[in-house]
């Protein structure tokens, strides 16, 4: 029995973006293949509100993450993390022999403003690094707030990992000053894993031209200056996936309407929430709590595989913590095209079999 997925990726997807994967192949040098790029590009600055350059690559979100940091930080990179998604930016830092800086925030907190502020006056980085929306806690960090510091000190890159938050919550890239926004195809957009995405501003590709050593498949410059050049990619693309990411955009800006896409997300969140907090309590702060992943503190001490169990009986499944919150934590996403009412009946379920006041 196919389960609903209520995990933070990968989500369920529409039957017909699956369908669109499977359109016949075209070549990858083709006037097709520009097109079909184009088309995607355009649509994807919409939902990003950006005119900056849009760049895929067949890889998971992670892909273009190590790509960013390695291809921009000349000097020095401020990692800035609550959770294990931004602990991964700076494991990918001193893998690639990058400078590198982790700053954490106590638990359950966002990364304040104030905190980039400090770390900045230093004068010892080129680059920060904040996770939009982090999966593994439930925290939604105040990236609007923290550009408007990082535009007082011009050298600096702003990267934003917008993995599990793009196409389930507002964004406004140019607004916030990002640099390279990053996300991938199997959160919030709502398809297979295998694309990743970003936004790139011409700042950060003239940084990056200066630095040596970029790597080869996910040096940004290369990237873009074939995009520049013909509206292709370097190497062989999932022309699949975009093909269902061609799709899929276009379903999400002219038929749901992008706002209307957050509104429902946020809708869903506020309903776990409520749920949560009736029961159990949140994870996050209540200045940071994230529209796409809920994590719940499990204050009953309930046992959440036997739960997972139980919810696949009934075609629904789950997710526990992450990481170091992974037996203190469970987590329940409302991301992509879920709806509310399949919320509510996962809801029921969970009250029905851990015998929970309705
Ligand atoms: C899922 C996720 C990633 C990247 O994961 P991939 O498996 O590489 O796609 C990065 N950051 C966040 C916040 C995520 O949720």
Redesign the pocket.
């Known amino acids: 029995m196919h389960k609903r997925l209520f995990i933070?990726?990968p989500v369920d997807v529409l039957s017909e973006c699956l369908e669109k994967m499977a359109t016949p192949m075209i070549g990858h040098r083709t006037k097709d293949a520009s097109a079909l790029q184009k088309s995607i590009s355009e649509k994807l600055q919409k939902l990003m509100y950006t005119n900056n350059t849009i760049l895929l690559s067949t890889s998971?979100?992670?892909?273009l993450?190590e790509g960013a940091i390695r291809s921009c930080t000349k000097k020095r990179a401020a990692v800035f993390s609550v959770g294990s998604?931004g602990d991964?930016w700076y494991e990918m830092a001193l893998s690639n022999d990058i400078p590198a800086d982790k700053f954490e925030s106590p638990e359950g907190e966002k990364t304040s403003p104030e905190m980039v502020r400090e770390a900045l006056k230093t004068g010892k980085y080129d680059v920060v690094t904040v996770?939009h929306?982090?999966?593994s806690s439930g925290i939604v960090n105040p990236c609007a707030e923290i550009g408007e510091v990082i535009a007082e000190f011009p050298g600096v890159l702003y990267l934003v990992?917008a993995?599990?938050s793009l196409g389930g919550d507002k964004i406004e890239v140019d607004k916030w000053g990002i640099d390279v926004c990053i996300t991938?195809t199997?959160?919030c957009l709502g398809l297979p894993?295998g694309l990743?995405l970003c936004s790139v501003s011409n700042k950060a590709i003239e940084a990056a031209r200066g630095k040596e050593n970029r790597g080869f498949y996910l040096d940004l410059v290369r990237l873009y200056d074939q995009v520049k050049k013909n509206d292709q990619y370097p190497s062989t693309p999932s022309l699949s996936h975009m093909f269902a990411l061609d799709y899929q955009l276009e379903r999400i800006v002219e038929e749901e309407g992008i706002e209307n896409r957050f509104a429902r997300h946020k809708k869903m969140a506020d309903k776990v929430r409520a749920w949560a907090e009736k029961h159990f309590s949140l994870f996050a702060a209540d200045d940071c709590r994230s529209n796409t992943v809920t994590c719940i503190n499990n204050t009953q001490g309930k046992d959440v595989s036997d739960l997972n169990k139980k919810l696949g009986e009934r075609g629904f499944s789950i997710s526990n913590g992450y990481g170091k919150f992974k037996d203190i934590t469970f987590r329940i996403a409302t991301m992509a095209d879920t709806l509310e009412d399949t919320l509510d009946e996962l809801l029921d379920a969970i009250d029905e079999i851990w015998e929970l006041e309705a």
Do not use: A, Y
Not at 60 to 63: D, M
């Open positions: 933070p990726g998971s979100g992670s892909g993450m998604f991964r996770t929306n982090e999966t990992d993995v599990s991938s199997q959160k894993p990743s």
